[in-house]
């Protein structure tokens, strides 16, 4: 098992996987949610638990560099505002619509590294970014016009706020238990939706429905272990080929939704949009 933990190919592997369960699960268990709040703070409170089960497999750390804590604090407002609207633009929109545009994230911290952070600008990982945009245009551009409706647009805005938090985060999770520090943010996202919507545990009960429990149970399980299997990956192996592959569960994704959901409508469309992501992210960490 130790070996397992510290080869990048075990991540890879696994955050592939939990990423097609997270996703083709989680349009299964919100698509009859009454309360979208209600959901994804139930979903928050799953992932911050079951991913407790791998604590004692990492070694236990704290930071004591307030500094952080204060940086990670605000980044954790951002990854749950995200959170919030997600769960209501993934209620409405295909699986595999929801997978290619969730890549949009990573395009969009480029442009703020070049723009904002002052990264020297590096023409592959421009040109990589524009594919990324490009992808997504793909999947909106519908009989000679760009089609847009208000779930698209809101998980485009949640993906701005999404790579606001990574910008203020990135990097500190080496200074924690892994695990812990993801279980940690899950529970604090949980409780700002909850105190924010003034949510209920009755409203919260309501969504606990059969039918319903075991995709609550994959998505929140899938999406902790997608969250811990990414960093992982990224610190152990080399990142132009962990960021490629990882980029293969977008395809698999748009495969599988066309028959967990039907999803038969622009097959082919979604199926380019996936193979330019996949060399968009690769132009990206290609250096």
């Known amino acids: 098992m130790g070996n397992l933990l ?9 955050g592939i996987i939990a990423d097609v369960v997270f996703t083709q699960n989680y349009k299964l268990a919100v698509n009859n949610a009454k309360n979208d709040s209600a959901a994804v703070l139930l979903l928050d409170a799953i992932a911050a638990i079951t991913i407790l089960i791998w604590v004692p497999l990492y070694p236990f ?14 980044g954790l407002v951002f990854g749950t ?50 594919l990324i945009f ?35 985060d990135i ?23 909850g105190l924010v919507t003034k949510t ?25 272990l997608a969250f811990l299997s990414t960093v992982k990956a990224a610190q152990l192996g080399p990142i132009v080929v962990i ?4 980029s293969l569960s977008v395809l698999l994704n748009v495969l599988i939704a066309r028959h967990v959901h039907s999803e038969k409508e622009d097959l082919g469309r979604k199926v380019i949009a996936a193979l330019i992501i996949f060399a968009g992210l690769l132009l990206t960490v290609w250096h």
Not at 61 to 74: E, K, P, Q, R, V
Not at 146 to 168: G, H, Q
């Open 171 to 193: 990097g500190f999770t080496k200074y924690f238990n892994l695990p812990f520090y993801i279980s940690i943010v899950f529970l604090i996202s949980a409780l700002i939706i």
């Open 61 to 74: 750390a704290f930071s004591t560099n307030i500094f952080i804590y204060i940086l990670l604090f605000i």
């Open 134 to 168: 490009i992808a997504n245009g793909l999947l909106i551009y519908r009989k000679g016009k760009f089609v847009f409706n208000k779930y698209t647009l809101l998980f485009i805005l949640a993906c701005f706020v999404l790579s606001v938090e990574i910008s203020l």
């Open 243 to 246: 960021v490629p592959l990882m």
């Open 200 to 224: 209920s545990i009755r409203e919260i009960k309501r969504e606990w429905i059969p039918g319903s429990k075991i995709h609550y149970l994959l998505t929140g399980t899938a999406w902790a």
């Open 81 to 130: 505002i995200n959170d919030r609207l997600k769960v209501t633009a993934r209620k409405n929109l295909p699986a595999g619509e929801s997978a290619i545009l969730n890549e949009l994230t990573g395009a969009i911290i480029i442009i703020v590294g070049f723009l904002v952070l002052g990264q020297p600008f590096i023409l592959l990982k421009a040109i990589g970014a524009l």
């Open 6 to 14: 510290n080869s990048w190919q075990f991540y890879v592997v696994i």
